[in-house]
T-cell receptor, first 113, second 115 residues
Framework: GAGVSQSPSNKVTEKGKDVELRCDPISGHTALYWYRQSLGQGLEFLIYFQGNSAPDKSGLPSDRFSAERTGGSVSTLTIQRTQQEDSAVYLC???????????FGPGTRLTVL | AQTVTQSQPEMSVQEAETVTLSCTYDTSESDYYLFWYKQPPSRQMILVIRQEAYKQQNATENRFSVNFQKAAKSFSLKISDSQLGDAAMYFC????????????FGKGTLLTVNP
């Protein structure tokens, strides 16, 4: 597609359940970033992929959070045993390596009840 | 580590008027870049303007311009001739030089444009 897509758009889950959030970046964009936007906060960096490798995982808040990227394309962010504080919008961005602009997806709004 | 501070949680402006959004940052890096992003209700982050720290000249993109004060670590955004479509959340962001382009964001300023 022409832009970054994320699915699902919204996800409501119960505390303790696992969730998977998906990001489809722009074709050919080798760098991929996950950010979290909590209510009233700015975006918080979670993890950076270059190809399928994650050289920077410094933003993952706990070991309940993990992410992978396959084929240098689709990425999945997994949150295990979700907690209410995980409720946020999770945004994905990609970068081609040229210029300086990251292209963002529309995000997934996660609500943990 | 870098920090970005936006001291104005909300701002409002009359259509066709000018508004300035404030941002200060802190970084120990000598090579860094600054950005303003717009986030409308659709949640899609849109790059508004960028500034390389090594450039003294302030960046301009049509009705959007910045006032970059490097010594004061200030990076404000001026929107001229405000339009209804400018209403959105605006985020100031910073990244250091190098191959990792991760961004550090402020908490945002919600801009309302009154007709």
């Amino acid at each position: 597609g022409a832009g970054v897509s994320q699915s699902p758009s919204n996800k409501v889950t119960e505390k303790g359940k696992d969730v998977e959030l998906r990001c489809d970046p722009i074709s050919g964009h080798t760098a991929l970033y996950w950010y979290r936007q909590s209510l009233g906060q700015g975006l918080e960096f979670l993890i950076y992929f270059q190809g399928n490798s994650a050289p920077d995982k410094s933003g993952l808040p706990s070991d309940r959070f993990s992410a992978e990227r396959t084929g240098g394309s689709v990425s999945t962010l997994t949150i295990q045993r979700t907690q209410q504080e995980d409720s946020a919008v999770y945004l994905c961005a990609c970068f081609s390596g040229r210029g300086d602009e990251q292209f963002f997806g529309p995000g997934t709004r996660l609500t943990v009840l | 580590a870098q920090t970005v501070t936006q001291s104005q949680p909300e701002m409002s402006v009359q259509e066709a008027e000018t508004v300035t959004l404030s941002c200060t940052y802190d970084t120990s890096e000598s090579d860094y870049y600054l950005f303003w992003y717009k986030q409308p209700p659709s949640r899609q982050m849109i790059l508004v303007i960028r500034q390389e720290a090594y450039k003294q000249q302030n960046a301009t993109e049509n009705r959007f311009s910045v006032n970059f004060q490097k010594a004061a670590k200030s990076f404000s955004l001026k929107i001229s001739d405000s339009q209804l479509g400018d209403a959105a959340m605006y985020f100031c962001a910073c990244r250091r030089g190098g191959s990792n382009y991760k961004l550090t964001f402020g908490k945002g300023t919600l801009l309302t444009v009154n007709p």
